[in-house]
């Protein structure tokens, strides 16, 4: 036999171990995996000698802002920025605009993302409301949804008014909808109690509390906790087996709060005591919160978190299922207002986070067996994609991240993708970097270049992929 590609002399690493093998690629899959003795013949081959290769990066959380806010990112520049930070597939969010949370702008938005996309992909739909949530899952290969609890009291973006489900009833009705049709659908949620997040919101301005810290008490503080139970809490009781918390680690990032609770509750400590209630939930690492190594607070590097000791031994006793960056692109303008309560949130993810949790890697803090689990198969197994994605394996797709874990290198914004062209990250120095992104046996990000066209992505869609 004669296969197309083959990735010679890496070592494959999976949750559980690594090993030296040859990765042989035909027609997008892999078909053979071994030693090089017996691997066949192939018109391309990639020598991977000294380098480690991992199952392709799935990101179960990017913003590329289409349709609506093209200028801060699109599907082209977002896609070729996560390919070029590993990833091998997004889901992108809702809250563009229009918002996605009806049939006919989820089949809009999956045109537009399949005409401009580098990686593959898949849209989660906005569930706003029981009897579209039916219709959009139903009729298109949406692999799951969307909700968004918070709305901010005076901003519309990101937090979209129309897109929020806050109220007790309503949400339970989505998730009595959605158990109906498939107790296994994966749900991302923002947690948040609206009302408790009002009030914190509006006693911190009468305060004239006005840095950084303020501004995660007022929106992603204590609210973000309640909401998380209540949102728990109603998946457990309607029997929802793929309720992802997202964010965890927001709410640690108050270096001097202003407000004085006796009991401080924060998303990790909650999700840490529901999954030792034996409650089926999945938890999203929001890594920038552990990452962050600056503590002095400016705009650019305002995600300063005082303990990440706390986070890192969340990481450790299997806290979290998932972990990135989000990728929420704000321009660097509408991020860095005088005023802290004008200043757009977001930061710019995709790109960046392999780096800089390689250099973890590096450091000693994780292995990569475990970044694997958490950044390829548990997204796939998540999405109930796995092990078309998400895995190294003979009949699996052929995605996958070549990685010099050795080699040294500096955070440079002006080498980003992403449309709006800055990073959190900017100066910092990083040991490990991507070499290669290949989707489905074609090469599209070889060493700081994109290498295919938009639109060679493809839509995952469930009926072909579960
Ligand atoms: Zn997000």
Known sequence: MSVDLVIKNGT???????????????????????????????????????????????????????PGQTHKEDFEKGSQAAAAGGYTMYMDMPNCTPITNTLERYQDKVALASEKSL????????????DEVVKIYNNTGNLGFK??????????YPYVPELA??????????????????????????????????????????????????????KDGMNMTLGCF????????????????LHLGFNEITPKPHLDFENRVTLVDLVRK??????????????????QRDPSVNWKRRWYTPDNEKLWKALDDEVFDLMLIEHAPQLEEEANKPDVWDAASGLLGAQDF???????????????NKLVKMTSENPAKFLGIYPKKGAIQVGSDADITIIDLNRKSVIDES????KAGWSSFDGYDVIGVPTQTIVRGTVVYDEGEITADPGYGKYIDKNEYR
């Open 415 to 418: 080498k980003t993708f992403a």
């Open 119 to 130: 990686i593959d992909h898949n849209s989660w739909a906005g569930a706003t409301d029981p």
């Open 354 to 368: 392999l780096p800089l949790i390689l250099t973890e890697v590096n450091n000693g803090r994780l292995t990569l």
């Open 165 to 218: 489900v806050y109220e007790t009833n309503r949400l339970y009705n989505i998730f009595d909808a959605i158990a109906k049709m498939d107790k296994n659908i994966p749900i991302s949620i923002h947690p948040s109690d609206v009302p408790l997040a009002d009030e914190l919101f509006y006693r911190l301005k009468a305060m004239g509390a006005d840095d950084y810290s303020a501004l995660r008490e007022g």
């Open 274 to 291: 529901l999954k030792s209630w034996g409650w089926d939930l999945h938890a999203e690492a929001e890594a920038s919160a552990f990452l």
């Open 12 to 66: 494959i690493h999976t949750s559980s171990n690594s090993y030296a093998a040859d990765i042989a690629i035909k027609d997008g899959l892999i078909v053979h995996l071994g030693s090089s003795v017996t691997t066949p013949s192939a018109t391309e081959i990639i020598d991977a000698t000294g380098k480690e290769i991992l199952p392709g990066l799935v990101n179960q959380h990017v913003h590329f802002r289409e």
């Open 147 to 156: 909700i968004f609890m918070h709305r901010h009291p005076e901003v519309d």
């Open 230 to 245: 209540e949102a728990a809490f109603l998946a457990h009781i309607t029997g929802l087996k793929h309720l992802n918390i």
